[in-house]
């Protein structure tokens, strides 16, 4: 298909997608428990559609940053392992929770190892990881961003990173018992500081949907290196299709079909892989902490393309 029409059908069917997924009347409700999110519109709307060449194409407010918040743990999983190996897994497991995102009821059964990395106590090993290999666990992930989306404007807001350091009393308290394990290996505040740091990443959904596409491209980034080998990344993708939406990873598989990553600034992203990724915002999340409209659209979009891993 020549490009220009390319274009035009790839335009059309996010038209026709955001439509579908504006129509139904639910918008849930933007994150509250940290301060500086609550105020965002549930109305808000913006989807982009990568594809492996690079092309990037998108509707709505697809290019206005917003806070990528949980999505920043695909990223920081991916470098740790870019960077550490295989090791991280003696400090994170890979099975879903069943559980909420923030839950502390697991690790004291379970020795202080998170269930997965996607998660927050998973994801605080993580970037304890990620810290220790890199100096910088919060720089190497907005670095990352950057050098994928192309966009130096990518960065921590910080007011954002501040409200929830102050309101961080569960992310504490999962760091502080981790640590009682023995799981973590660099002081609790710096751990937090760098994850609150990556969490409040603001970024649009054009940046996360190149950002995402080395996922798409079995490993291999924007200038043609390899950042994960394509097992790794096949292991990836796995993990963000059973535990990438919480205790909503069944019913998100169910209607959507891809893996995929939540935050709750509202973004999801998801992957397909060999064909490209796509980015969908919207404030407004569910229970289980997902962007109601962007689950929507991301089912109109699979729906109407048959775009699966299934
Ligand atoms: O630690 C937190 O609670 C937030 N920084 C991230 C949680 C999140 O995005 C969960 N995703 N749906």
Redesign the pocket.
């Known amino acids: 298909m020549a490009r220009v029409d390319q274009d035009v059908e790839y335009g059309r069917l996010l038209r026709d997608v955001m439509a579908t997924a504006l129509a139904g009347e639910a918008r849930g409700r933007p994150a509250d428990y940290?301060p500086a999110l609550a105020a965002a519109d549930p109305s808000a709307f913006g989807m982009a559609l990568a594809t492996v060449d690079g092309a990037v194409f998108g509707v709505g407010e697809w290019e206005v940053p917003f806070s990528i918040?949980?999505v920043s743990k695909l990223f920081s999983l991916a470098l740790a392992l870019a960077e550490g190996g295989d090791g991280l897994w003696g400090g994170v497991g890979r099975e879903p929770s069943g559980n909420p995102?923030?839950s502390l009821v697991q690790l004291e059964s379970e020795q202080g190892i998170p269930r997965n990395p996607f998660i927050?106590a998973g994801a605080l090993v993580v970037t304890d990881r990620l810290l220790e290999l890199t100096g910088d666990a919060a720089g190497a992930v907005r670095d990352f961003l950057r050098a994928e989306s192309g966009n130096p404007a990518v960065g921590t807001d910080d007011a954002v990173a501040a409200s929830?350091a102050r309101h961080g009393h569960r992310?504490a308290a999962l760091a502080h018992f981790m640590a009682s394990f023995g799981n973590l290996r660099n002081p609790v505040g710096s751990v937090l500081a760098h994850y609150y740091a990556h969490?409040a990443i603001a970024a649009s959904c054009r940046d996360l949907a190149l950002a995402g596409l080395f996922l798409a491209r079995h490993g291999v980034r924007a200038d043609g290196s390899r950042l994960l080998s394509r097992s790794e990344a096949k292991r990836i993708n796995a993990v963000m299709l059973t535990c990438g939406t919480?205790d909503a990873a069944g019913d998100f598989a169910y209607r959507v079909g891809l893996p995929g990553k939540?935050?709750?600034g509202g973004g999801v992203l998801a992957v397909l892989p060999g064909r490209g990724s796509v980015c969908v915002w919207g404030p407004g999340l569910d229970a289980a902490?997902?962007s109601v409209l962007g689950v929507a659209a991301l089912d109109a979009l699979t729906t109407a393309t048959g775009w699966s891993v299934f």
């Open positions: 940290i918040q949980s995102f923030n927050n929830e992310n969490c919480y939540s935050g709750v902490g997902n």
